[in-house]
């Protein structure tokens, strides 16, 4: 008895999904309905190349595996205005390492971080956010 209920459920919820076909009017002249969209008509090719968007730049991500709080960053370094302050760029935002492998954060290398920003930490370079760097690597 418990296969013959859940047979005919079966069939009563797979018929209430199905919408009849619309009626197409028989008639010879053209009508327009407002529920049926009109086709624009065909653009002419044009000469003028359309523009192009810029490229989308890399943006800081969290990652998945990683700590609450804590971001990588892909971008390229520079030399900051101090001496010793070596800064990332990632064409969005700027970041300040402390603590980065003085040996992959050279001036001119595309490097990825792993670490916290601290927007609020005091620096002597006064640029950029403050990022505290957990691991370097080349990018």
Do not use: W
Request: proline share 15%.
């Amino acid at each position: 008895m418990r296969g013959l209920a859940a047979v005919l459920l079966c069939l009563v919820l797979a018929s209430c999904g199905q919408v009849p076909p619309a009626e197409v009017p028989s008639s010879s002249t053209p009508t327009t309905d407002a529920t049926t969209p009109s086709t624009p008509a065909p653009l002419p090719p044009s000469s003028t190349p359309l523009p192009t968007a810029p490229p989308v730049p890399t943006l800081p991500t969290p990652s998945r595996a990683l700590e609450p709080g804590t971001t990588v960053v892909r971008g390229t370094v520079s030399a900051g205005a101090e001496s010793g302050c070596v800064l990332l760029s990632n064409g969005v935002a700027q970041y300040l390492l402390l603590g980065a492998d003085p040996a992959i954060a050279v001036a001119g290398a595309v490097v990825e971080v792993t670490g916290r920003p601290d927007p609020g930490a005091m620096t002597t370079c006064q640029q950029g956010t403050p990022f505290h760097v957990t691991k370097t690597q080349r990018g």
